[in-house]
């Protein structure tokens, strides 16, 4: 588990358990990312700041996986881990939250915000559209 008191992470935390979520936007050169850091990742500029997602997206790539790599897993066999990019460039490491409603492949495929509770935490998910 990601620690959610790890600073600039404890903000990314703290907003997705107010239902809001947000990622990083550099100043110096306007890139966006995700997980949260304390500089750009492009130019390494400490000049950054918060700002909100649309909750839009798309998928880039997908996998279902039916062999638990690890215990905290195995009950939610089959599961799915999915790479979205957001409407406004940051991509994040996620699940689909209606992959079974989809037939075949969904990649390129419109997705929508989902903020869910799991792991006693508020986690960013996505529902396909």
Sequence with gaps: ?????????????????????????????ANAWLPARSQCPKCWSPDWEWEDASGGGRVVSWVVF????????????????????LEEGPRLITNLTNLQDAPGDVTDKPVRLVIERDMDRALPRFRLV
């Design 66 to 85: 039916h062999t638990a790599f690890h215990e905290a897993f195995k009950e939610r066999l089959p599961y799915n881990v999915a790479v979205v990019e």
């Design 1 to 29: 588990m990601p620690d959610p008191t790890d600073d600039p992470s404890s903000a990314y935390w703290g907003y997705l358990e107010g239902g809001q979520f947000r990622f990083q936007h550099c100043r110096a050169c």
